[in-house]
């Protein structure tokens, strides 16, 4: 009795020991499993905007090439940036910073096209984007009329105003010339014939636009018509 009776409790011991074990063996598989991400501690959107003389641009991401630029991440919530790790990508691995510095005169074939961020976890996600570089046009300084010249006609005269711009990259550009306070869009034409002018003094400029929708304008012009009938008479 006294074997058989010590017999049994062995058997029941480990049947306790065991459970015991089973039950650290579950809590532990419990802590493995990765809790559900913070609301507060997710990034909501990656986007990627540049910035050139002080002036930020998100939606054509344009530069001149003159002076140099920054791309910059921008993330939602700001507050952190500081744990994530950043990638500019073109082909290979360019800089590693939230920011990346564009110097002047750089072709488009050598700056980012992709933007990579990282989390401490592994997860990623990734910008494609396309920056412009482009040249505004510019007005040459040969103009007609002049500044301060005096043409001699009537009304039925026509004048000629001409000027001339060039582009680095666009070899037709768009006009607009403004007479007076009338504006007349006359497309990739340098030179027109103008009636109708009443003698006296007059205002005119031309605004040139390029693909790009950069701009370069005449300085206003002021010049004179007198009326060849009345000074006759």
Request: aromatic letters at 10%; charged letters at 20%; a negative charge.
């Amino acid at each position: 009795m006294y074997l058989g009776h010590w017999h049994r409790v062995p058997n029941f011991s480990r049947v306790r020991l065991l459970a015991g074990l089973a039950v650290l063996a579950l809590l532990a598989a419990c802590l493995d499993i990765p809790s559900t991400p913070k609301p507060e501690n997710t990034v909501s959107h990656v986007s990627v905007y540049v910035v050139q003389e002080g002036k930020a641009d998100s939606s054509f991401l344009k530069i001149h090439p003159g002076s140099s630029a920054t791309l910059r991440a921008e993330i939602d919530p700001m507050y952190l940036e500081s744990k994530l790790q950043f990638g500019w990508y073109r082909d290979t691995l360019m800089g590693e910073e939230s920011s990346y510095t564009i110097p002047p005169r750089t072709s488009w074939r050598s700056i980012p096209n992709k933007l990579v961020v990282t989390d401490r976890e592994g997860n990623s996600v990734s910008v494609n984007f396309s920056v412009t570089v482009n040249s505004p046009p510019k007005f040459s300084q040969e103009f007609h009329p002049a500044q301060g010249d005096t043409l001699f006609g009537t009304k039925s005269t026509a004048f000629t105003f001409s000027w001339k711009a060039e582009d680095n990259e666009d070899a037709i550009l768009d006009y607009a010339l403004e007479l007076d306070t009338t504006r007349y869009s006359v497309g990739a034409l340098e030179k027109i014939q103008q009636s109708g002018l009443e003698p006296g003094t007059h205002l005119f400029r031309v605004i040139v636009r390029d693909s790009q929708g950069d701009l370069d304008s005449l300085p206003l012009v002021k010049f004179y018509v007198v009326d060849t009938l009345e000074a006759l008479k």
